[in-house]
């Protein structure tokens, strides 16, 4: 497996950018950003204006970001959509199993000191260095 497009600068920044921003909500409203805990509430809980703010700027930004050409991501046309749709449902389903996601886990719960975040993370993070892994899919 090789590493196509190593960009320190981009994904340090990237990082910092989102950790600032889950601090902000942190600080701000009180909430954590735990993206899968973030969709799942918006049907239920009566605080879902937020919710729903936040979910539309995770949708909106990309659109703005890659309509003006501010940021180049890799092509996924080599994926077709069903298998798109599983490793999306796969990442779903992973979410609930894992009580969070990427975000909720990796960012906000490691950045708390949560042993429960640091496992959820190592085993996320390892499930999928095997998949990598055993399906060659980044090479």
């Given at each position: ?8 600068w ?23 950003a ?23 700027g995770l ?16 092509s ?6 069903p298998?798109l ?11 609930r199993?894992?009580?969070g ?10 950045g708390?000191?949560?042993?429960r975040?640091?496992?959820a993370?190592l085993?996320?993070?390892a ?8 399906f060659?899919?980044?090479?």
């Amino acid at each position: 497996m090789t590493i196509v497009n190593f960009t320190p600068w981009t994904a340090l920044f990237g990082g910092m950018l989102i950790g600032t921003g889950a601090l902000l909500l942190l600080l701000a409203g009180g909430r954590i950003a735990g993206i899968s805990g973030i969709v799942a509430g918006i049907g239920s809980q009566p605080d879902r204006g937020w919710r729903i703010a936040f979910v539309v700027g995770l949708i909106l930004m990309p659109f703005i970001l890659f309509g003006f050409d501010w940021v180049s991501a890799p092509s996924l046309e080599r994926f077709s959509a069903p298998r798109l749709v599983l490793a999306g449902l796969l990442v779903g389903i992973g979410s609930r199993l894992g009580n969070g996601c990427t975000s909720g886990h990796g960012i906000c719960g490691m950045g708390r000191l949560s042993w429960r975040s640091v496992v959820a993370t190592l085993i996320f993070m390892a499930a999928g260095i095997m998949t990598v892994t055993l399906f060659g899919v980044g090479v």
